[in-house]
């Protein structure tokens, strides 16, 4: 049997960020891939923070996101160092999974194992020593928020979809692991309920960090990163200046995903048919 690793990377504590050991993660720069340092503040991450990358492809948005995950410390390919509430983190963070205030999701990031997604949520509750008998159901019926094909506690995990799976994944992020920071690489076409992820992790007071080619998630975002040449470039704070842009976006994905649903569901769309 084979367990993703999501499930033994995050934290035990049962608090969101604010209120747990966690106030702040500081990552601080270090050198693109020629070697040429970068050039921005340190940026804090703080609870509730929605934070997206962006860049072309092999820009460095993956290695950035992992530098977070292994909490780098000027050993990794980029130089960088990240700092837990403006120290170097306690080396339980790093050594023991169990420990670890992270959650990374991939599109890569798969449940093998041979039971029901009952069962599976019920070992990891266990493993959490969590006495909430509901919580299981609570994890799947979040999971259904995020997405359309539903998620049941009898159905096999590794028969579930990429789109149930990283809906699940998050759920347990959220609730059952608990994890105060959720990292999140290119995601957004895995079937997931985008804008619902993201007001749902806002809600729970979670800080997240998206990994995106995708403009909606992009623009629902406090901050934006964008990397090229395996450095960060700069640091966007649209501080509102993108909201109308970004109700029009949503609206244009509305229509989209209207269209992406009568596509996959084998229809033609003509002119008449079309959904406003
Ligand atoms: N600062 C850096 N110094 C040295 N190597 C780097 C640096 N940043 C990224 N790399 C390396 O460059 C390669 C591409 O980076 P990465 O996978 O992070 O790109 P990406 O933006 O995630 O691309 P994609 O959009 O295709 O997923 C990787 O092998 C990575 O280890
Ligand atoms: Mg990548």
Redesign the pocket.
Known sequence: MIITQIFFSQTNNRSCMSSCTIHEITILP????YGNPEQFEPIVIRPGDTISIV?P???????FINDIEVFAQDDT??GRTVLVNGEIPPEEFIRDPSKKPIALITQNTKCLADMTVGTFLAMHVRARRIDRPDIITETIDLANQFTGEQVQAGFRISALSGGQTRALMVADAILISNAPLILLD?VENAGIFRERVIGVLKEYCKSVIF?THDPLVSLLSDRRIV?RH??VEKVLCPEGRETHIRDMVSRMDVTLCRFRERIRAGELLTEQGFPV
């Open positions: 270090g050198h693109d891939k860049g492809t092999g820009s460095g948005k993956t290695a390919s980029t290119e990994v990397m395996g450095g």
